[in-house]
């Protein structure tokens, strides 16, 4: 399956952006679709994930400010991020099952 992420772009810290992940095919039967993201120097983490059943996990750094989502009949993932923060600044990747990867699209925070 083929993703393609879009949403990012620049906001001002407090402020709030909604990444979307459509795939080319059904995401209703891959077992785990996610958001990554990659900060210039550092390694790429993991910041939500959803099963096939809906079942989510946050990275603890976003917990709380940051919501995921799906839609099955629509093939798209979504990332609510609210009360961003300067160190969420990356890139963010969505990927499903980690076998497919978006290009990506860049969040900056500015303080």
């Known amino acids: 399956v083929q993703l393609q992420a879009s949403g990012g772009g620049l906001v001002q810290a407090g402020g709030s952006l909604r990444l979307s992940c459509v795939a080319s095919?059904?995401?209703?039967?891959?077992?785990?679709m996610g958001w990554f993201r990659q900060a210039p120097g550092k390694q790429r983490e993991l910041v939500a994930r959803m099963s096939s059943y809906s079942s989510t996990y946050y990275a603890d750094s976003v917990k709380g400010r940051f919501t995921m989502s799906r839609d099955n009949a629509k093939n798209t993932v979504y990332l609510q991020m609210n009360s961003l923060k300067p160190e969420d600044t990356a890139v963010y990747y969505c990927?499903?099952?980690?076998?497919?990867w978006g290009q990506g699209t860049q969040v900056t925070v500015s303080s």
């Open positions: 095919g059904n995401i209703s039967s891959i077992s785990v």
């Open positions: 990927t499903a099952s980690q076998a497919s």
